[in-house]
């Protein structure tokens, strides 16, 4: 425990921490219930978030985060910082491998292609920078579904329409899936989106930091048999992957 207290800031934090875990908007009661403290222990905490325009209060009486926390965040985007060390990476796995390579990020619950490099080679794959993939059918959504917390994992897929439709058994098998990458540190599988691809995707940064987005490789049929395999891929993926978190690692103790 660390001998510096703050009483106040620690309600108000766990305050916005629990509205965004359970992202539907809630009573001072229901807060309460949720914080394990009493009504009367949060209520002048609630007002001077909602002065301060943290907390949006609705007309039925129900707080819910409102957008400054995400303004503040833009200005010094830690996204920004993660991409200036990820590009020479991703152009060195790119000339290495001869295909294209994107990362992207955890969105609304979606993926987000926030960069990409493309293949040096006459015939690759072309993913465009802010495009939106679904969480539950693609490698990348499920490395980042791997690396959640259980909490949050669950959360994210019942807002997941294409989850929603699966049958238990499916969902069942995609649980199965989920728990392999995390034991693997990578996901490698056909794309369920686009036919004759196959997507390598690994975890890039730490997702308690919010510094946290997946690299991938979308290739078509290989050529080559190193290529064909996969191996040779996820070595050149990983090696880069490794590269960047010991960079960011390095940026984060200056």
Known sequence: MSKYLAPALDKGLDIMEYLSEVAIPQSQIEISQGLGKSPNEIY??????????????????????SLKLYHLSHR????????????PYMEKLSQETKQSCHMSILYHGKIMIVAQIKSPGPVSLSIEEGSLFPISKTTSGRVIL????????????????????????????LEKRISAVKIRGYELDNSEITRGVTDIAVPIGDIDTGVFSVL???????????????????????EAAKGINKSLSVLGKQ
């Open 146 to 173: 791997a690396h959640v917390t259980d909490k949050r994992r669950e959360q994210i897929l019942s807002e997941d329409e294409d989850y929603i439709e699966l049958t238990e058994k499916k969902k069942e098998d």
């Open 216 to 238: 991938a490789i979308s290739s078509l049929t290989s050529i080559s048999e190193k290529n064909k395999s996969g191996e040779f891929l996820i070595e050149k993926i990983q």
């Open 76 to 87: 010094h985007s830690p996204i920004d910082g993660l991409l200036r060390v990820a590009k």
């Open 44 to 65: 002048r905490m609630l007002v001077c978030l909602e002065e301060r325009g943290y907390l949006i209060k609705s007309l039925s009486g129900k707080y819910s985060l």
